[in-house]
């Protein structure tokens, strides 16, 4: 079974894949953060580094589709490709970030791609607002999301709300994160758990 955890920079994909991964037994497969050869430099210069850095992240996220398609085990997803392609690679074009050819260009490999894989069989959306998304990053402290403006993830959180109100290709699970601190309060871990298990109870 494939489970995917989605949501915009800092809501704390991460830290549920973690917790879940421990809660459940489940198989991590996290982003590629730390060796993504792209990532620096796309945060120093977007216009330089945008379609290299999407075309980096199409390849990992694909290949580990095809890991995950051939896993007998049951495995955690941190982000989909869906939110490459729907989310961040528009939201780069729309800002002028990402010329016309070049988007066009990586949509059609992205197209090209989807028919070979599967949606996950649930999707855990966590929902953020823009002050929570900015608290965890300061607290994560990666020095190079210091660029990250604030508008930069309003306009990727109103394309996260627009992508899960039409998200069709499987089951979802929408998690407030305002509303629930699993990270640090096991009632609200166990009220994700609990919702969990009603969704999984459907799958088999
Ligand atoms: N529900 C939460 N409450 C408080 N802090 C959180 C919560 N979820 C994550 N964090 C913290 O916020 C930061 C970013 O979380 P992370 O899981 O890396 O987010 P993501 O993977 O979505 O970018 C980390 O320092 C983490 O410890
Ligand atoms: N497709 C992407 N385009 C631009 N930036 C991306 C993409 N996927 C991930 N990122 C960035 C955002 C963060 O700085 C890091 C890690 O993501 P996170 O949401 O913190 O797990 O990569």
Redesign the pocket.
Known sequence: MHIAVGG????G??TLTELLSKHYGWQTHY?D?DTNPY?LD?YDDMQRWAFN??VY?LNSRFTQIQEIKESEKTIIQ??TIY??AFI??PNLHSMGLMTTRDFENYFSLFNLLESFISAPDLLIYLRASVPKLVQNIQKRG?EY?ESIRIDYLKRLNERYEAWISTYDKGKVLIVDIDENSFHDNPEDFGKIINMIDAELHGLF
């Open positions: 915009n920079i800092g809501a994909k991460t982003e953060v990532l796309f850095l999407q992240y941190d982000r939110e490459d961040f690679a990666r999301e």
